[in-house]
């Protein structure tokens, strides 16, 4: 009784010197002003200026987070932590609520510790350690290269490991030299078909295309900063050396005709009765995967669309091939 006792008290005492310390999560609400960009791609600048340096080019509902405004440009922040100025019509300007945490810490009471003697841990000294776990245990083995002249079969000669697992008495062969040949005629094999229909011509007008998206549309221009839809595939296909007619009515009467399921990147698409025009009102350049680039009315911009569903899709005229 009087040991039962006494560890009682011991546990009380440990239990009224600890101190508590009571901490909790407190939230508050801060409201800060986010940009949506509306077009398919918006440029983002150095300065509030259409001659700036570009900085980037933001995708469709990229959200960014607003600075300051100024006279038709907001200064924005990327999420890379870059922050540049873009137009004020491309984007849409909201307030956005966000929970901000920060941990709250309350010492309830303080006390000095005791330190109470350590319990002396009996040992016995007739435990052993427990056996180290059994691990397998390869040899590897080498056979001499055999001589060319020996082989029946006209093969190189070939030097192969023998992999022998002593415990399980399993064995495997690793062959290095065939392994490396099959590799590298299978990675032939796929650059081959990867490369099959590539140009250098349509790799630079698909490189010059891609870095104009965002530029502005504006009808009855090629160049200066904006273009309109046929003047936008005839400046591309200028600086591969390829002088084409002004309008998309003229384009659609040159080159190869190219059904929609064996366009390749380069191939011109034309449209018929947009924007409410009827014939051959519109041209593109197609990108591959469905999509093609253009200068798009709608979208006041240089941008990236689909072939396969929507808008275009149901006023697809045909394609045109006029390089390889």
């Known amino acids: 009784m009087r040991f039962l006792r006494n560890f009682i008290v011991a546990i009380c005492a440990v239990l009224t010197t600890q101190p508590f310390v009571y901490s909790k999560t407190r939230e508050s609400r801060t409201s800060v002003r986010v940009a949506k960009v509306l077009v398919s791609t918006a440029k983002l600048r150095d300065t509030p200026s259409e001659s700036s340096r570009t900085l980037g080019l933001m995708d469709h509902n990229a959200t960014l987070t ?26 849409s300007v909201s307030k956005s609520r966000a929970l901000k ?5 309350r010492p309830v009471s303080i006390a000095k510790r005791k330190v109470l003697p350590k ?6 000294q007739t435990s052993k350690p427990l ?8 040899v590897v083995t080498r056979q001499p290269v055999v001589a060319a002249s020996s082989s029946s079969d006209g093969q190189l000669p070939e030097t192969v490991k023998t ?15 065939s392994d490396k040949r099959n590799s590298v005629v299978v990675f032939a094999q796929d650059f081959a078909a990867s490369n099959k229909s590539a140009s250098p011509v349509r790799s630079t007008l698909m490189s010059r295309a891609n870095s104009l998206r965002g530029t502005p549309y504006r009808y009855g221009t090629s160049g200066g900063g904006t273009f309109d839809c046929s003047g936008f595939t005839s400046a591309m296909y200028r600086k591969v050396g390829v002088k084409l007619p002004r309008t998309a009515a003229e384009q659609f009467g040159v080159g190869l005709h190219i059904a929609k399921s064996s366009l390749s990147k380069g191939d011109l698409v034309f449209f018929r009765n947009t924007a409410g025009r009827r014939g051959i009102s519109h041209v593109g350049i197609y990108s591959g995967n469905g999509m ?33």
């Open 119 to 124: 319990a002396k841990v009996a040992v016995s």
């Open 131 to 138: 056996p180290a776990p059994k691990q397998s245990v390869k």
């Open 292 to 324: 093609f680039i253009h200068a798009s009315s709608r979208g006041h911009a240089v941008r990236i669309d689909t072939l396969n569903s929507g808008y275009y899709s149901s006023h697809f005229a045909g394609g045109r091939r006029l390089i390889r």
């Open 66 to 91: 607003v600075l300051s405004t100024k006279s038709g440009w907001v200064h924005v922040k990327t999420k890379r932590g870059t922050d540049g100025w873009i137009r004020r019509d491309l984007v």
């Open 163 to 177: 992999s022998k697992n002593v415990l399980d008495s399993r064995i495997s062969i690793s062959d290095p030299i």
């Open 101 to 105: 945490a920060s941990p709250v810490t």
